[in-house]
């Protein structure tokens, strides 16, 4: 069976906590160790990792870290809970056409939600058979093998709008979701990630930079969600969203609520302290915990401490960091 790189990650932090000081794990419950597996076992993603999220996860911990014990154990809980699996599930309860000058299509509505309980956090997000179609081809590139049993609907040249063909692709393209987040190495990829989630983040990064703050922290508040659902096992790839929703507030004059966002995504990036975000994030919240009368000094010395470890270099703001991403 493939191993994955979380997985490494995850021992490999264990082993370093364990290190500094005696560490009591906790047994899985019987629910956990009798859960079934519903997974399709497949070969690692062929895709190359960004160079940011592979110096993430092959983040070690030294002994001149400035994280203290009782730190270090609290991420290490909070990995493994980021960590566990949640299955998601896939509906597609209502279709609308769509008429666009001299184009007309199907919009297929996707409702994502969290199984074994109540989720009251369901996204809710539209996909037209061209982006669908598109996620196909993308797939096939990377993971052909695995993709050689998945069926996708197939294009008519009439009879696209009638209602008999809509409720057929709504059922193929509920199953067609299905499978493919069956398997691990797909759901696990950045091309099937992307075409859920990124839609949305393009038009929230849009409306940043054009200055519509609220109208940006409204998309970005339904994406993060869906987000945290889908990275579990690499918690650090939503730190842009987390940092961008900690710029709309502050903008907004939302001090407490940037400050919320931004403590979120220091505690991912406690052990990246290489991340072009970790420098940026700490001025803000030095910032804000100043503004709201918090404890600033902890922060300030993180920051000079890695100052004083790395050489000069050109830090960009916060803001300047989140207006670039998504441009096209």
């Known amino acids: 069976m493939d191993q994955d790189p979380h997985d490494t990650a995850e021992r490999e932090l264990l082993e370093a906590v364990n290190r500094i000081t005696p560490f009591s794990a906790t047994t899985p419950s019987d629910e956990e160790q009798n859960e079934p597996k519903a997974e399709i076992s497949c070969q690692v993603s062929k895709e190359n990792p960004g160079k940011d999220d592979l110096q993430d996860s092959n983040a070690s911990l030294s002994s001149n870290s400035s994280m203290t014990t009782k730190e270090l154990q609290e991420y290490w809980r909070n990995e493994k809970r980021q960590c566990r699996q949640v299955k998601l599930l896939f509906e597609i309860p209502s279709t609308r056409i769509v008429e666009h000058h001299l184009s007309k299509y199907v919009m297929y509505k996707i409702i994502i939600l969290q199984t074994g309980s109540f989720d009251c956090n369901k996204s809710v997000i539209e996909r037209r058979y061209s982006d669908f179609e598109k996620l196909h081809r993308n797939l096939l590139e990377d993971f052909s093998e695995e993709m050689e049993d998945v069926t996708f609907p197939k294009k008519t040249l009439t009879g696209n709008f009638t209602e008999e063909i809509i409720n057929e692709r709504k059922l193929a393209f509920k199953d067609y979701l299905r499978l493919l987040y069956s398997m691990k190495c797909i759901r696990r990829s950045k091309k099937f990630i992307d075409f859920l989630t990124r839609p949305e983040l393009e038009e929230a990064y849009g409306c940043l930079r054009g200055g519509q703050y609220t109208k940006a922290l409204e998309i970005l508040l339904e994406v993060i969600g869906l987000q945290e659902r889908l990275t579990r096992g690499n918690p650090v790839s939503i730190i842009p969203t987390l940092c961008a929703i900690m710029v709309c507030h502050k903008d907004l004059e939302n001090p407490a609520s ?63 960091l989140a207006v670039r991403e998504y441009v096209q």
């Open 258 to 320: 940037a400050f919320e966002y931004g403590e979120k995504a220091l505690l991912r990036l406690q052990v990246h302290t290489s991340h072009r975000y970790y420098i940026p994030l700490l001025e803000t919240m030095i910032t804000l915990a100043y503004e709201l009368g918090k404890d600033f000094l902890s922060l300030q010395e993180k920051l000079e401490e890695w100052k004083a470890k790395k050489h000069p270099i050109k830090i960009f703001t916060l803001k300047e």
